[in-house]
């Protein structure tokens, strides 16, 4: 529905009396789509990778400081997303660590994807570790005691914890996808490349395009929601 | 079958499976003192003792959870902690245990009875059989013939989540069994059960012995102790106080202490 409203709004050539000023040919709009998802699953699929070792890390081991590295990833999860951008953008900036390694990459989809990384890691590191402390320690054992290794192991209890962890990868993707603050600072919000969805949005409604901007966020919901249906069937509908 | 002889004040016997002069505690208080035991195939020991006495600390010693502060665990007469990771994994494999609860995984009775099948396949063998679902099938009749063995073979779809708690520790048996192992230790499996699951689990211990397992049976359990094993050893304290043919140690028993346990004068 929502390409044939764009469709008549582009290809009429005049303004319908819904998409009033409508500013972007359909290739813009999928292209806001496209750097939108390729952010935002980059990141999520890193920051999953990360968190879930990590997760599984601190939920096996008993070590001095375990404590303080669960409260600093519990920290994480509540990181302003606007401080997240500043930090992300001095960092890959030609004065920043990772600048001053050849990693200058101020105003770049990588950019992007690093502070997304930022935001959602603790998000899906946390939900995870949750899930994974929950796990019955029995169910462990038993594991062990028929014979696993420790990766039998290890694989069994994410097995037992995968409604947790799936749920934690979904706050995660939601917190990544949705974010406006830190994409806006490191991003820029260039047209065709580092615009999307949210800063779209955000750029319309302070233009006044209301009804735009409206029809984007439908797309970023609808979007939100095929994924958390994909995620759901993947869960066996108990996420 | 062999009377164990006292040394130290401790009962010291042998076996296949065997511990020798094993001590062990927790956060500085000593559990077991000085225990020296051992099982061979085809043979079942009891350990009876009051609750809190270190049954389950040795057990899972015996299961190679932990290494024991001293003394070493042996299979073939081989102290197993100087063995490689590898080495060992070997060994634990041959070592079935069964707790006190059934521990079971989500999913259905049949992947829980086929588990301790797959984790023994190499990771490309692992992946081949999960995609082609050639891993179920080659492991239906094993999970079947063990579950026959428990009596629930006509339940092998059922979720586990959907179980009784006899059921589930009969499933949990059915599943340590599943790989063959040549020993069995069993940590009170029937203390929740109600007598008709006690009574199926009892016999399959016996079929288990049967078919020449070791089995080490820890129960606070008197009357099970009589039916099921060929030898008790009496624990109190961490120690073994008494250890032999399971009729000569309720009948005559050499040590007081486990004259009144058995007396049920013993309190604690």
């Known amino acids: 529905m929502v390409e044939s409203l764009l469709a008549v709004a582009v290809d009429s050539g005049v303004s319908s009396p819904l998409l009033v000023d409508f500013p972007y040919g359909r290739g813009a709009v999928w292209n806001i789509v496209y750097v939108s998802l390729y952010v935002s699953l980059i990141a999520v699929a890193l920051s999953s990778l990360f968190g879930l070792t990590v997760a599984m890390l601190v939920g096996f081991n008993d070590f001095p400081g375990r404590s303080f590295v669960i409260a600093l990833i519990n920290t994480g999860m509540g990181f302003p997303s606007v401080v997240v951008g500043l930090v992300v953008l001095f960092a890959v900036s030609s004065e920043g660590p990772l600048g001053q390694i050849g990693f200058t990459l101020v105003f770049t989809r990588e950019a992007m994807i690093l502070s997304q990384f930022v935001l959602a890691a603790p998000v899906i590191t946390g939900i995870s570790l949750a899930a994974v402390i929950d796990v019955d320690d029995g169910v462990r054992d038993a594991a062990y005691a028929m014979g696993g290794t420790r990766l039998d192991v290890a694989l069994t209890t994410v097995r037992q914890a995968r409604y947790g962890i799936i749920t934690g990868i979904l706050a995660g993707l939601g917190r990544a996808i949705s974010e406006v603050g830190s994409v806006l600072i490191v991003g820029g919000n260039i047209e065709g490349q580092t615009r999307t969805l949210t800063t779209a949005i955000q750029l319309e409604a302070r233009q006044g395009r209301f009804e735009f901007a409206l029809i984007l966020g439908a797309i970023l919901v609808a979007l939100v929601l095929l994924i958390n249906g994909l995620l759901l069937k993947v869960g066996g509908g108990r996420v | 079958m062999m009377k164990g002889r006292y040394e130290n004040g401790n009962v010291t016997e042998t076996g296949r499976l065997a511990l020798a002069g094993v001590s062990h505690g927790f956060d500085g208080t000593d559990v077991l003192d000085d225990i020296s035991l051992g099982v061979n195939p085809g043979e079942a020991l009891a350990i009876i003792g009051p609750s809190g006495t270190g049954k389950t600390t040795l057990l899972r010693l015996v299961s190679m959870f932990d290494r024991p502060d001293e003394g070493t665990v042996e299979f073939d007469g081989t102290d197993v902690w100087t063995l490689s990771e590898r080495e060992r994994l070997d060994i634990r494999r041959r070592v079935g245990m069964v707790f006190q609860e059934a521990n079971l995984f989500d999913g259905t009775v049949h992947r829980n009875v086929r588990y301790p099948l797959g984790i023994r396949q190499s990771w490309p063998d692992r992946i081949r059989n999960w995609l082609s679902g050639l891993g179920r099938r080659k492991a239906n009749p094993v999970v079947t013939e063990h579950l026959q063995l428990v009596g629930l073979e006509d339940d092998q779809f059922r979720p586990a989540s959907s179980l009784s708690g006899g059921e589930a520790q009969r ?40 078919r020449g397992l070791g089995v080490v049976l820890a129960t606070h359990d008197m009357h099970q102790a009589e039916r099921v094993a060929d030898r008790t050893a009496v624990m109190l304290e961490g120690r073994i106080i008494e250890c032999g043919p399971t009729e000569q140690v309720f009948t005559d028993p050499e040590d007081p202490r486990a004259r009144k346990f058995i007396d049920g004068e013993l309190i604690y």
Do not use: G
């Open chain 2, 171 to 210: 499933v949990a048996f059915a599943r340590a069994l599943s790989s063959a192992p040549e020993f069995l230790l069993l940590d009170e499996p029937t203390s929740d059960l109600d007598p008709r699951n006690t009574a199926i689990l009892e016999d399959a211990i016996d079929a288990a012995r049967s």
